[in-house]
């Protein structure tokens, strides 16, 4: 039972054009949501967090939007540039469970 | 790195042996988890610590076991490795407010031949 599916498992952009990743969740009890990046031989690192009483939060080129109704939420990155190719996980979870659910992951890569 | 240190990085062992992999970190955060990154799978959550002596099964716990005697210690066991553990894995700590931000270390490439 998938919680937290990334159903793009790879996105293509060329560099300078916005990246958008996508990322849908099945529990409704979901209230705070993460995105991490990933690059070859190295453990995942932070990018930007988002709580479900917002649904917009923005950290330089890298905005999360929430969809709460359609339990979706996509991760924009404008503009796009080379060192930003990686894998992203969407990740989720309940506060106080203290158990973060991530998706499969999208391989993201930019293209000059 | 957030000061968490990932011990071997590659171990390549046979099937039925027993396998440890240590976790150290220099944060004095009181959440540690133990995830399995395979491919078309994501990360997934083996075992979690909330404290010394104090943890927790997540989804895919059966075939390890985890101690956590000290704050700055999480170790991961497989009491039997199986070829189906063949995978990387990660430790992280968590921060933030609720210790909802993990940090993670750079992980060890486990081979179960």
């Known amino acids: 039972d998938q919680q937290v599916k990334q159903n793009s498992p790879s996105l293509s952009v060329q560099e300078g054009r916005i990246s958008i990743l996508n990322c849908d969740y099945t529990?409704?009890?979901?209230?705070?949501f993460l995105w991490y990046k990933k690059y070859p031989a190295e453990g995942p690192t932070f990018l930007i967090s988002i709580s479900s009483i917002k649904d917009k939060n923005e950290d330089g080129r890298f905005t999360v939007f929430l969809n709460k109704s359609a339990k979706h939420l996509s991760l924009h990155i404008v503009p796009s540039q080379p060192g930003d190719s990686a894998v992203y996980f969407c990740?989720?979870?309940?506060?106080?469970?203290?158990?973060?659910?991530f998706g499969q992951g999208t391989r993201l890569t930019i293209n000059p | 790195d957030a000061g968490i240190t990932q011990s071997p990085r590659h171990k390549v062992t046979e099937t039925g042996t027993p396998v440890t992999l240590r976790c150290h970190q220099t944060?004095?955060?009181?959440?540690m988890y133990w995830y399995r990154q395979d491919p078309g799978h994501g990360l997934r959550l083996i075992h979690y610590?909330?404290?010394?002596?104090?943890?927790d099964k997540g989804e895919v716990s059966d075939g390890y076991s985890v101690s956590r005697s000290k704050t700055e210690d999480f170790l991961l066991t497989l009491e039997s490795a199986t070829s189906s553990q063949t995978s990387v894995y990660f430790c992280?700590?968590?921060?933030?407010?609720?210790?909802?931000?993990?940090?993670f270390g750079s992980g060890t490439q486990l081979s179960v031949l």
């Open positions: 610590s909330y404290g010394v002596k104090d943890t």
């Open positions: 990740a989720a979870l309940v506060q106080g469970a203290q158990k973060l659910v």
């Open positions: 529990n409704s009890m979901f209230d705070y």
């Open positions: 992280a700590i968590g921060a933030g407010r609720g210790g909802e931000k993990l940090f």
């Open positions: 944060e004095n955060h009181r959440y």
